[in-house]
């Protein structure tokens, strides 16, 4: 997809044709995104409103539609590509996306038109079992209506987040491959959380507890799972391991959850310890 990227690169009609292009047509509008992104990683946030305007006005159609997805993602990976532009690290973005995904979630963007009553609705006539357990939870003074909401939206929050950090990865492979090949890669493998960045979301975690915003505990984990993959990304480099062993990882950590766990448990773990660090040092 290179190609594409570069041609894209050559003036701000072209980026504006391709964003708008991939954005309208169903199911490429992480293209739309990653487009998007490029451009403000490269020339800049002001330089790049042209290019975000002709993503973000068929993405709103179909928000319209009732698909938030693509405009979400759009806004999201546009916030990330600002910060990573600025700050030059992927952990401080992924920080500041985790928490823009988290105040969408917290604002009720992600919920169907109507709430969760018309979803809890379909749920009872369609299974006998969920009506009677919905029952049950109601008597016992559970919100359900509110807990199927905070469901709908985390899952479809998590959703967005995961692409957006995926149409910025694209985006920086594409901008690495133009003006600095091999740049993304080493970029990627050396990512990890700093101890006071890993403490700034142990802290806002904590102040989502205590102020009651569950939204915050749904997604601060995803920049930790993304420096954790990371970590594998730089180990079987250093080691110059088959690419086949990536595969299996990500079979492994799509399909199981205990991949997920002891990747989020190494990356809190490589925090303090920097293992690729370590391993540099010991070849």
Request: glycine share 12%.
């Given at each position: 997809?290179l190609p594409?990227?570069?041609?894209?690169?050559?003036?701000?009609?072209q980026?504006v044709?391709g964003a708008?292009?991939?954005t309208?047509i169903?199911?490429l509008?992480?293209?739309?995104?990653?487009?998007?992104?490029?451009?403000?990683?490269?020339?800049?946030?002001?330089?790049?409103?042209p290019?975000?305007?002709?993503?973000?006005?068929p993405?709103?159609?179909?928000w319209?539609?009732?698909?938030?997805i693509p405009?979400?993602?759009?806004?999201?990976?546009t916030?990330?590509a600002?910060?990573?532009?600025?700050?030059?690290?992927?952990?401080?973005?992924l920080?500041?996306g985790?928490?823009?995904?988290?105040?969408?979630i917290q604002?009720?963007i992600?919920?169907?038109?109507?709430?969760a009553?018309?979803?809890?609705?379909?749920?009872?006539?369609g299974?006998?079992?969920?009506?009677?357990?919905?029952?049950?939870?109601?008597r016992?003074?559970?919100?359900t209506?509110?807990?199927a909401?905070?469901?709908i939206?985390?899952v479809?929050?998590?959703?967005?987040?995961?692409?957006?950090?995926?149409?910025?990865?694209?985006a920086?492979s594409?901008?690495a491959?133009l003006?600095?090949?091999?740049?993304?890669?080493?970029?990627?493998?050396a990512?990890r959380?700093?101890?006071?960045?890993?403490?700034?979301l142990?802290?806002?975690?904590?102040?989502?507890m205590?102020?009651?915003?569950?939204?915050?505990?749904m997604?601060l984990?995803v920049?930790?799972?993304?420096?954790?993959i990371?970590l594998v990304?730089?180990?079987?480099g250093?080691?110059?391991?088959n690419g086949l062993w990536?595969?299996?990882?990500?079979?492994?950590?799509?399909?199981t959850?205990?991949?997920?766990?002891?990747v989020l448990?190494?990356a809190?773990t490589?925090?303090?310890?920097?293992?690729r660090?370590?391993?540099?040092r010991?070849?």
């Open positions: 997809m594409v990227a570069r041609w894209m690169m050559r003036g701000t009609p980026a044709l708008a292009a991939a309208v169903p199911w509008f992480w293209l739309g995104a990653a487009i998007a992104a490029l451009v403000t990683l490269r020339r800049g946030l002001s330089a790049a409103l290019v975000i305007v002709a993503a973000a006005v993405a709103g159609w179909w319209t539609r009732g698909d938030v405009l979400a993602s759009i806004l999201l990976v916030l990330m600002v910060v990573l532009r600025a700050r030059l690290r992927w952990s401080e973005a920080i500041v985790a928490l823009a995904g988290a105040a969408m604002l009720g992600f919920l169907p038109p109507g709430g009553g018309p979803v809890l609705d379909q749920l009872r006539q299974s006998p079992e969920v009506a009677a357990m919905l029952d049950d939870l109601a016992q003074g559970m919100p209506e509110q807990l909401g905070l469901l939206g985390g479809t929050g998590l959703v967005v987040l995961l692409a957006a950090v995926a149409c910025l990865a694209l920086r594409w901008q491959g003006y600095n090949p091999g740049g993304f890669r080493e970029e990627f493998h990512l959380l700093a101890p006071r960045e890993l403490l700034v142990f802290v806002l975690g904590a102040v989502g205590v102020l009651g915003l569950p939204s915050l505990g997604l984990w920049p930790l799972l993304v420096t954790g990371a990304h730089g180990f079987i250093l080691k110059g391991m990536l595969v299996a990882f990500y079979v492994l950590l799509i399909t959850w205990p991949m997920i766990l002891i448990l190494a809190l490589d925090s303090f310890a920097d293992f660090a370590r391993l540099g010991s070849d």
